[in-house]
């Protein structure tokens, strides 16, 4: 698998790529807004967590390492797993693998869904899976809208994500529900073993705090990976099931565990949103309308990707993966680009040529809604359901806003 990775001239070219904004401008625009959306949720989550204090900026701190880890590792330790390529940023990392605003992509949604769940104080058996279930919530508008705007490509035949839901694969969102609530169990759990007696959010040291968050950083992953173990593995590839099926196994397991905790005796939150927690909601809401707007107002078939993609190659050579099972599945090595069923992307706006065997960077086009209509009413069905969730996490949970000052009684 050599050849997925850029290779620069010198060490530094590998490290920091960078590529010209007015270009990209011009070829998508959809993708330099949402880069901005995340720069800007990344700014406003970290300014918050500092507001906050206690362990908040440690929780920030490690879900951006956490998804350095999570994204990465696939790529240079397991590359036989690699099956996704994010489309060409300003500021590239990484091979010009790692987009910049990838890495506070993953504060934006776990921080907020952890922040959110927090109100709820539910039970520590409960609380994982409330984080997991809210992550994909956060994250669904972002899949379906910015696959189809080719914001990335996956892999054409891999086995593991080869059931797709408006081009996405329903792994996807397995992957957020289970990577999150394994990172925060750890995070929490590390810490309440360690310091048993201080508050959940309050730090316990400086010694403390970076041994729990180390330990989390570097469990949360593999812990993600497990949750797979269980029901994907033997459900999907030794019974061939969709993976429609077994998220959904999960989220019901999910769902049932908060659904417990939502029942049972709990206090409720007595701090009041400050004007920081404004401030984070505002930056919530947007992220979920900019993508309504993506699918009212722009077109995918003007969006032209062009950077490194799945490496083209003789379409009868395979490659194997082995399951934990000890399963082998097969997939196509290389990209076929004469015979590839990948109905969000084609050749259009480079007049049907299809790149070269070997290739591994090159141009692919979006493609039409095949109705709008339909993106706009789950968009919207999306958005209707994140508005009633969090509205109910932040002001359904305790005080919403400080009391109007008293005047003082003038006394005779």
Same mark, same amino acid.
């Given at each position: ?9 010198? *060490? *530094? ?9 007015? $270009? ?6 959809? =993708? ?46 397991? @590359? $036989? ?41 539910? /039970? ?17 508008? !972002? ?15 891999? @086995? ?17 529900? +289970?990577?999150? +609530? ?48 269980? #029901? !994907? ?44 927690? =404004?401030?984070?909601? +505002? ?26 993609? $799945?490496?083209?190659? /003789?379409?009868?050579?395979? +490659?194997?993966?082995?399951? /934990?099972?000890?399963?082998? #599945? !097969? ?10 069923? $990948? ?18 960077? =090159? ?50």
């Amino acid at each position: 698998m050599a050849g997925q990775v850029f290779r620069g001239a010198t *060490w *530094w070219e590998w490290l920091v790529h960078t590529n010209d904004i007015n $270009e990209l401008w011009k070829a998508q625009p959809t =993708y330099l807004i949402s880069q901005g959306v995340y720069m800007l949720a990344g700014l406003i989550t970290f300014i918050h967590a500092f507001r906050k204090g206690g362990r908040w900026p440690w929780w920030w701190l490690a879900t951006v390492l956490h998804g350095l880890y999570a994204d990465n590792f696939w790529h240079f330790v397991v @590359p $036989e797993f690699d099956n996704f390529w994010h489309s060409q940023t300003p500021l590239m990392l990484l091979g010009a693998r790692q987009p910049l605003h990838i890495i506070l992509l993953y504060p934006a949604f776990l921080y907020h869904a952890a922040y959110a769940v927090s109100r709820l104080n539910l /039970p520590s058996y409960a609380e994982p899976f409330a984080v997991g279930l809210a992550t994909v919530l956060v994250d669904i508008p !972002y899949d379906i809208v910015a696959v189809k705007f080719v914001h990335w490509t996956w892999h054409d035949t891999d @086995p593991n994500i080869f059931d797709r839901h408006y081009f996405v694969p329903w792994n996807s969102y397995y992957f957020h529900a +289970a990577f999150a +609530a394994s990172l925060f169990y750890f995070f929490t759990a590390i810490r309440a073993w360690l310091a048993p007696k201080v508050d959940k959010w309050d730090s316990a040291g400086f010694k403390t705090e970076v041994k729990a968050f180390l330990a989390a950083v570097a469990l949360g992953m593999p812990g993600g990976v497990l949750m797979f173990v269980p #029901l !994907y593995h033997p459900l999907h590839d030794q019974h061939g099931l969709h993976s429609e099926v077994t998220f959904f196994a999960l989220f019901a397991l999910f769902a049932a565990a908060v659904v417990v905790g939502l029942v049972a005796d709990r206090e409720k939150v007595k701090t009041r949103l400050s004007s920081i927690d =404004y401030v984070l909601i +505002a930056q919530l809401a947007l992220h979920y309308v900019i993508y309504l707007w993506f699918v009212v107002s722009w077109s995918p078939e003007r969006e032209v990707s062009t950077g490194l993609h $799945e490496p083209v190659g /003789p379409c009868d050579q395979t +490659a194997s993966l082995v399951t /934990p099972f000890g399963q082998t #599945l !097969y997939k196509r090595k290389y990209f076929c680009a004469e015979n590839y069923d $990948e109905a969000y992307f084609d050749f259009h706006c480079v007049g049907n040529r299809r790149p070269a065997h070997g290739a591994t960077w =090159y141009t692919i086009c979006g493609t039409p809604f095949h109705n709008r209509v339909e993106y706009i009413t789950v968009l919207s069905s999306i958005l209707v359901l994140a508005t009633w969730v969090f509205y109910a996490l932040y002001f359904k949970t305790g005080p919403a806003a400080a009391p109007a000052p008293q005047k003082k009684q003038k006394t005779k």
